[in-house]
């Protein structure tokens, strides 16, 4: 599965508006940041007569993002995953994926649930949208 997160960061990177090239892997610290969190679901979604089978890998997309009492600021944080689901939706319309390795070929991106505060402390607060990757696993 490391492959799989592997690709799906760089292809996260290439997001126009992240703030800072900084994309972690089941981290955040305690600056403002993003992470890739895998996500425990069925891997399998369909299985075929050939042995192959379509298959799933979902994932939470994590901010860290400054927080305070002001609307504003909060406002703005929501509106970046809203930015982010249409980035993403926008992205699989085209056609643009992860690349994956040989006998993995990407049909779907997508996201599963709009972004929302996940966690909060005094001056941050973590903003997650669930996401899922789909792919056919050829034999």
Same mark, same amino acid.
């Given at each position: 599965?490391?492959?799989?997160?592997?690709?799906?960061?760089? /292809?996260?990177?290439?997001?126009?508006?992240? %703030? !800072?090239? #900084?994309? $972690?892997?089941?981290?955040? @610290?305690?600056?403002?940041?993003?992470?890739?969190?895998?996500?425990?679901?069925?891997?399998?979604?369909?299985?075929?007569?050939?042995?192959?089978?379509?298959?799933?890998?979902?994932?939470? /997309?994590?901010?860290?993002?400054?927080?305070? %009492? !002001?609307? #504003?600021? $909060?406002?703005?944080?929501? @509106?970046?995953?809203?930015?982010?689901?249409?980035?993403?939706?926008?992205?699989?319309?085209?056609?643009?994926?992860?690349?994956?390795?040989?006998?993995?070929?990407?049909?779907?991106?997508?996201?599963?649930?709009?972004?929302?505060?996940?966690?909060?402390?005094?001056? $941050?607060?973590?903003?997650?949208?669930?996401?899922?990757?789909?792919?056919?696993?050829?034999?």
């Amino acid at each position: 599965m490391s492959n799989l997160i592997d690709s799906i960061r760089k /292809f996260i990177l290439t997001c126009p508006f992240l %703030q !800072d090239g #900084r994309v $972690n892997v089941d981290y955040i @610290g305690e600056e403002m940041g993003y992470s890739i969190d895998p996500l425990p679901c069925d891997p399998i979604v369909q299985r075929y007569t050939d042995g192959g089978a379509k298959k799933q890998f979902q994932f939470a /997309f994590t901010s860290q993002e400054e927080y305070d %009492q !002001d609307a #504003r600021i $909060n406002i703005e944080n929501s @509106g970046f995953f809203q930015a982010f689901d249409e980035w993403l939706e926008e992205q699989s319309f085209m056609g643009n994926f992860p690349d994956l390795d040989d006998g993995k070929i990407p049909v779907l991106m997508e996201t599963l649930n709009s972004g929302y505060l996940y966690d909060i402390n005094e001056i $941050n607060a973590k903003y997650r949208i669930e996401c899922r990757l789909i792919y056919v696993q050829e034999v």
